[in-house]
């Protein structure tokens, strides 16, 4: 996944589903200038983990 499409997906209006080492996740930030997502395993989760933006899968 690239920066522009996991921006795209935090401000989407509907839930785009997205997938981290098979496990569905949900986009809480992204940092450009690394090319990391801050990911949580739902909406409510405090817990965050930053992993590279090219281990994100789109599911369609």
């Known amino acids: 996944m690239d920066v522009r499409r996991a921006q795209e997906i935090i401000s989407a209006n509907e839930r785009i589903p997205v997938h981290y080492n098979g496990q569905s ?3 809480a ?3 450009p200038t ?3 997502a801050e990911i949580k395993t739902d ?3 405090t817990d965050t983990m930053e992993v590279l933006l090219t281990e994100l899968t ?3």
């Open 25 to 27: 996740i949900w986009i």
């Open 29 to 31: 930030g992204v940092n």
């Open 34 to 36: 690394r090319n990391t």
């Open 43 to 45: 909406m409510f989760a």
């Open 58 to 60: 789109e599911v369609n």
